[in-house]
């Protein structure tokens, strides 16, 4: 691709790698596909195939929200509309291993990227395939999860080509921004990012101004025009301090001594290096190593800014002081066949573990889910309305909704106020007045996790039951509510069926995994439109359809 050749080659023109340098691209490919392939589920990926099947289904998008009886009927933003409904098609008709497949894919375009980009600015195969690997170590876990921030990672990574490449004379790739920030501001709302590296370039190359314009204009082609930047920029300084993916880099940690190195290693770089560098550069890739310090799910754009802005520097350092060559060359030549068997059996075994990660689309916990709660809700066939744990909130409607309205969900700031949010940590956290929670919009039910105070606090109350517990939540009903009988009932059987099991989880009932725990009250999983699901004796996804939406929204 054009974007990969951004400036002139300090390499010369590409030349088929000779038997050495392809087993070790093998490696390193081998290497990258190993780490994208792994996947694993976050508490926001029920609400994308939710949001998503709905929308595929119903052929609209909701406008206002129909799963919250906090929010009910009010304007809903989903500024990641078209994510969603790209992963939930391609997981409803094409599988979830073709889901797992397709994230690997766009991630493993983010290394391979970086990697072709180096080459072509000068580093030899194994500098290219090192500092990619070894940059990317520190956030290999970004890339384990499906969620639509992996379309922006791709879309920045493509800005800065694009500035790359303009700043080197080759402005072909500039018509092309506009149309891709129309496509970003449909994806997700990281256009942000992206927008504000052309703000910096803008600063020191004010001829730039039209691109600036033009792509800020093209983010206004979507359903929700110029609402979507003002809900935007409120919504990018609202707090999220319990949230950890949001919180700043803390450099105390691995990922946080990884970002050092990497921070002291470009700095090297523009200092030593003996090519030419230029303040354009370092203004950039400046900005781009500040995104961590404002919230950890931004490392990976100061990884990209490195590649684009510092990577040619830094191999220039590289060969400055251990230039290749002397007796470890003429070693390397004598041991070459011994090197290509280990490289290719390298990858065939690292293959072959990736291969694994395409059973399944893991769930490491924490977070633990209550899967025999809502279990036992779908069998009883429960409406109404039932306060949440906030991490269990897209799984609930994701099974239940909208029969079963929650109090709280993922999409946070996008719906929930500020005084309603803080309702539901004191709830959850059991703290201040933390019943108030119970008594806007008067819930029948809630269903809350054992870990947090909340439990204790919740048994004691009065004109509430318990009605079920297992390993990780309890099941609460309001003493008048007609759904008591039913749901008490349903326990006790449940209860005389306790027995050591395997827990099967399932995602509407879409996303199915297993493991060991102790004895629990053993259910199957709810039946769909009465064909029940069998027990899966290993982690997969089935491709049931699940409960339709309402009819509007």
């Known amino acids: ?65 129909c799963y919250s009886y906090l929010t009910a009927g009010q304007k809903w933003i989903n500024h990641e509309w078209l994510s969603e409904a790209v992963f939930a098609f391609v997981f409803s008709r ?97 256009f942000l990012a992206g927008i504000g590296m052309l703000f910096l370039w803008f600063l020191l190359r004010p001829k730039m101004i039209w691109l600036l314009l033009a792509c800020v204009l093209a983010t206004l082609a979507n359903p929700y025009g110029i609402g979507l930047w003002r809900f935007l920029l409120r919504t990018a300084l609202w707090p999220r301090w319990e949230i950890g993916e949001w919180q700043p880099l803390m450099l105390q940690t691995f990922p946080g001594a990884g970002y050092l190195a990497l921070l ?95 059973r399944c689309i893991a769930i490491v916990p924490p977070p633990h889910y209550p899967v025999s709660a809502v279990s036992l809700l779908k069998e009883a066939e429960v409406h109404g309305d039932m306060a949440v744990h906030f991490d269990w909130g ?38 201040n007045n933390w019943d108030a929670a119970l008594d806007r919009g008067k819930p029948e039910l809630a269903l809350v996790s054992k870990e947090f105070p909340v439990f204790n606090l919740m048994s004691v109350k009065p004109g509430w039951v318990r009605a079920y517990e297992d390993a990780d939540s309890g099941l609460f009903v309001r003493q008048e509510s007609p759904w008591l009988p039913p749901i008490l009932s349903l326990a006790r059987q449940r209860s005389q069926r306790s027995m050591p099991v395997r827990r099967v989880v399932t995602v509407g009932p879409k996303i199915t995994y297993n493991f060991r725990v102790k004895t629990v009250p053993f259910s199957h999983p709810p039946s769909q439109k009465g064909r029940p699901l069998r027990e899966h004796t290993g982690s997969r996804i089935s491709r049931k359809a699940s409960a339709p939406p309402p009819a509007g929204g």
Not at 161 to 189: K, S, V
Not at 408 to 425: A, C, F, I, K
């Open 394 to 431: 897209e799984y609930v409607l994701y099974h239940l909704g909208p029969d079963v309205r929650v109090s709280m969900d993922g999409r946070r700031e996008t719906l929930y106020s500020e005084s309603v949010y803080r309702e539901q940590l004191n709830f959850i956290a059991g703290i």
């Open 264 to 358: 002291a290693l470009s700095v090297a770089g523009f200092i030593y290096s003996r090519r030419e560098r230029s303040r354009m550069e370092i203004l950039l890739w400046a900005g781009t190593a500040l995104l961590p310090l404002l919230a950890v799910r931004h490392s990976l754009f100061f990884i990209m800014g490195l590649w684009i802005f510092a990577g040619e520097h830094i191999g220039d350092v590289w060969e400055r002081y251990l230039p290749q060559g002397g007796s470890a060359k003429s070693l390397v030549a004598r041991l070459k066949c011994w090197l290509c068997g280990l490289h290719f059996a390298g990858t065939a075994v690292l293959l072959v573990l990736a291969s694994q990660n395409f």
């Open 94 to 190: 094409l599988g979830p291993v073709v889901l797992i497949a397709f994230k690997a894919a766009l991630a493993l375009m983010i290394p391979w990227a970086g990697y072709r980009f180096l080459r072509r600015r000068g580093l030899s195969v194994m500098r290219a395939g090192l500092l990619v690997s070894l940059s990317l170590l520190p956030f290999a876990a970004h890339l384990h999860v499906i969620r639509p921030l992996i379309f922006s990672w791709l879309l920045f990574l493509l800005t800065l080509f694009i500035i790359h490449a303009a700043e080197h004379g080759d402005r072909r790739q500039l018509w092309f921004a506009p149309l891709m920030f129309a496509l970003w501001a449909n994806l997700h709302g990281a």
């Open 1 to 65: 691709m054009p974007f990969f050749r951004s400036g002139a080659a300090k390499n010369g023109p590409d030349r088929p790698p000779d038997r050495l340098n392809f087993s070790l691209i093998c490696l390193f490919l081998g290497l990258a596909a190993y780490a994208c392939s792994k996947t694993e589920a976050d508490p926001d990926l029920w609400g994308h195939l939710k949001f998503g099947q709905d929308l595929l289904r119903t052929g609209h998008m909701f406008r206002s929200d």
